[in-house]
């Protein structure tokens, strides 16, 4: 926490000097051109209350005094202050420079610190201004110049983005409904799919088809609300097993594979299940033909092989009908329970998307592109992964947003196989249950420290990829500096903008990376998760085609270039 450098009040002057004391003379005003950059550092955080430190750059001509006007958008509040005067009035902010720091050379920086508090968020203001001119990162005259001004200087890039290099289609992100227990809350839902202050972004939910028609209500309103309140949200329903009667084991749990003269049976079940939804008024975009065909569990499961299942998207595929089937979900991407279907003309023609979990696919050497699957035109999709190593023997951690084991194992493990999906050219990354201590918003599980529905420090990362990075927009490549090495980042062209996801798993910030963007950019928005920070707003510098930014050490950023 940092210590509280002057009294406690809302008006306060006092502190070291941190500007530059260069002396200068403003020109007059028929020659003088204003511009400015504002650099906002939260550089620590506590429940309730933060400190920051800020720093204004003078791109325009000399200043010899300067104002400083923001605004916050979720009611905090400024507490003490140092090396500057500060007045808040509601959101708006006021800070003006003391005595020995008012004057800024061009090109040189002031700078000041104060804390604050806050309630539920504490993101970064993005309206600076500086004498009442909007700090952009450039220069407005004040006066029509008598000379074109020359195009500032382009620094050496840190990250250079190639649009012309295109890769795969974003289906999206997202996470599973309690396929056995209770569904989602409206306003839980809304957390996890909305685009929102706290809210998640995710765009794809999953949901089980349970073998009992009678269940299939349970999960409608959550689905509903995915649909509605979301942003281009897609649902992907999986079964687990079909109805005991149909399998050899005649049980719902331990496999058993179902009999061959029920395939067109469990077709039509399928079948009902998408068209119930429909008349619910839910869409079902994908319905897969099962959830781990190779996993034979004492809980509701059903064995295939491979070649079962190329034989039932050959001869029933089609009577799934208003949706696209998926095959095969197998529990480390195994390629023999998808390869016979896709090497199937009539059933690679009935199955629009290949599935797979991620447990164990890494150390079998497929965390990396299906070319079988790119030649065919079918995305894939990782629909499935779990895991919560960091609770050990059940610690209560999860609902402490600064606790570092927590961190590491979302930075290090979730975050890191999020991007590594990216980079295998697959579409879709499904984690599992939304609603878990270990996931995004919490449970309430008492054990583990959890509230129901409150949000969790890995929902806030995995947001740094499904709220940015939406269905439809296309990976695209890049190009690092030795400077960005310790950087794994992936970006991606959609909606009219480029968004670059960066982790930086390594122990130190790379300040002042410079991306370069393959069109001038008129708008940069960063934002970074980090065991201090969750989806918070942060500076970002424009200068015609590039940007710069601050990679904090061990965190996960997210930066939307507009053009």
């Known amino acids: 926490m940092r210590k509280p450098r002057v009294t406690s ?13 260069t002396v200068a003379v403003a020109l007059p005003a028929g020659a003088a051109a204003a511009g400015c950059a504002v650099k906002y550092t939260v550089s620590s955080q506590w429940q309730g209350g933060f400190g920051a430190d800020v720093t204004i750059t003078n791109l325009g ?25 500060v007045t808040q009035n509601g959101a708006a902010v006021t800070a003006r420079n003391v005595s020995y720091n008012g004057a800024i050379a061009t090109n040189g920086t002031a700078s000041f610190g104060f804390n604050g508090g806050w309630t539920a968020a504490n993101p970064a203001p993005v309206d600076f201004a500086v004498n009442g001119v909007a700090c952009t990162g450039g220069t407005t005259p004040t006066s029509s110049p008598t000379t074109s001004p020359s195009a500032p200087p382009s620094a ?11 890769y795969q289609t974003v289906d999206g992100f997202g996470a599973a409904v309690s396929i056995w227990g209770s569904a989602w809350s409206t306003a839980e839902t809304q957390t996890l799919v909305g685009l929102g202050a706290n809210q998640f972004g995710l765009s794809i939910v999953r949901t089980g088809v349970s073998p009992v028609s009678s269940e299939w209500a349970t999960q409608v309103n959550a689905l509903k609300t995915a649909k509605s309140y979301g942003s281009g949200v ?22 058993g594979k179902l ?132 609770d050990g023997s059940g610690s209560n951690i999860w609902g402490d947003p600064a606790n570092q084991t927590v961190w590491n194992e979302t930075l290090d493990d979730i ?69 960005a090495s310790p950087l794994e980042i992936t970006a991606y062209q959609g909606g009219g903008k480029i968004t670059l996801v960066v982790l930086n798993r390594s122990a130190g910030a790379v300040n002042d990376a410079v991306i370069q963007a393959p069109q001038n950019i008129s708008r940069a928005d960063h934002y970074v998760t980090s065991l201090n920070a969750n989806a918070a707003s942060q500076p970002a510098t424009v200068s015609g085609g590039q940007v710069t930014v601050d990679v904090p050490a061990r965190s996960i950023s997210t930066v939307v270039l507009t053009p």
Not at 156 to 166: E, G, L
Not at 235 to 255: D, Q
Not at 425 to 445: H, M, P, T, V
């Open 234 to 255: 897609k649902i992907l329903a999986s079964p687990w097993t079909a109805p005991a009667a149909w399998k050899t084991n005649n049980s719902r749990t331990n496999g």
């Open 61 to 85: 001509d000399p200043l010899t005094s300067w104002t400083l006007t923001w605004s916050y958008s979720a009611g905090q509040t400024v507490t003490q202050a140092w090396n500057a005067t």
């Open 415 to 483: 975050m890191r196989t999020v991007h590594r999906s990216m980079e295998s050219n697959w579409s879709a990354y499904i984690w599992w249950y939304g609603k878990r201590f270990y996931s995004f918003i919490g449970d309430g599980e008492a054990a583990y420290g959890t509230t129901a529905g409150v949000p969790l420090k890995r929902g806030y990362a995995f947001s740094q990829f499904a709220k940015y990075v939406r269905p439809g927009y296309q990976r695209v490549a890049l190009a690092k500096s030795t400077k």
């Open 156 to 166: 050496t890039p840190d990250i250079t983005v190639n649009t012309a290099t295109r």
């Open 259 to 390: 009999k061959t003269d029920y395939y067109d049976d469990y077709a039509n079940h399928l079948n009902s299940y998408v068209q119930y939804m429909r008349g619910q008024g839910v869409t079902v975009d994908v319905t897969s033909v099962q959830n781990e065909p190779d996993w034979h569990p004492d809980y509701d499961s059903m064995d295939w092989s491979g070649t079962e299942l190329r034989d039932f998207a050959r001869d029933q595929g089609a009577k799934v009908q208003n949706t696209r089937l998926m095959v095969a979900e197998a529990v480390n991407l195994n390629y023999g329970y998808t390869d016979p279907a896709l090497n199937d003309a009539v059933a690679r023609d009935n199955i629009g998307y290949i599935g797979g979990h991620l447990y164990g696919t890494e150390a079998a050497g497929r965390l990396k592109d299906y070319p079988l699957a790119a030649q065919n035109g079918k995305p894939v999709w990782m629909t499935e992964w779990n895991l919560h190593a960091a």
């Open 9 to 21: 009040t809302v008006l306060l002057s006092a502190g070291v000097l941190l500007a530059s004391t």
